[in-house]
């Protein structure tokens, strides 16, 4: 029985590495191009690069818009056993619509600010250029 369990392991581990070294093998080869194509795409410093530039553009746009308005309802002075406007002299529905603006250039001054930064980060992190075969 020992003898049937070692063999039947042995084989199954010898099929299993027989099957992935046909896997290895079977790979297709990659061009000089292709394979700087595929070395700049999974190149995590080139990804963090392309974020933070995407994130500083979005900051850059955000910096240079108004912030959202503030909608105020408010009733005052209801009465609680009627719920009628009439009943009382001193009932009072008060709708406010307020919008923060700020003073001067002071939106453009941020935005040229994170824009000054966006530029001073992406001198510091300029992509690989790609070269060409001679096979092309």
Known sequence: MKIY???????TLLLTS??????????????????????QQRDLWQQ????Q?????????????LPDPSINISL??????SFSFSQEAMTQAKLGVAQMLPRGDSLA????????????????????????SRSQ
């Not at 369990?5 to 084989?11: A, H």
């Not at 070294?21 to 194509?37: G, K, P, S, W």
Request: proline share 3%; glycine share 2%.
């Open 109 to 132: 001054i941020a935005q040229r600010k994170i824009e000054n930064s966006s530029v001073v980060n992406l001198i510091g992190n300029r992509p690989i250029a790609t070269t060409k």
């Open 48 to 51: 963090q690069a392309r974020l």
């Open 18 to 39: 027989a099957m992935m070294c046909t896997q290895v093998f079977a790979q297709t080869t990659l061009t000089l191009n292709q394979a700087i194509e595929l070395a």
């Open 5 to 11: 369990i070692k063999t039947y392991l042995s084989r």
């Open 76 to 81: 005052m002075n209801l009465p609680m056993d």
């Open 53 to 65: 530039s995407k994130a500083l553009s979005a900051r850059e746009i955000a910096a240079g818009t």
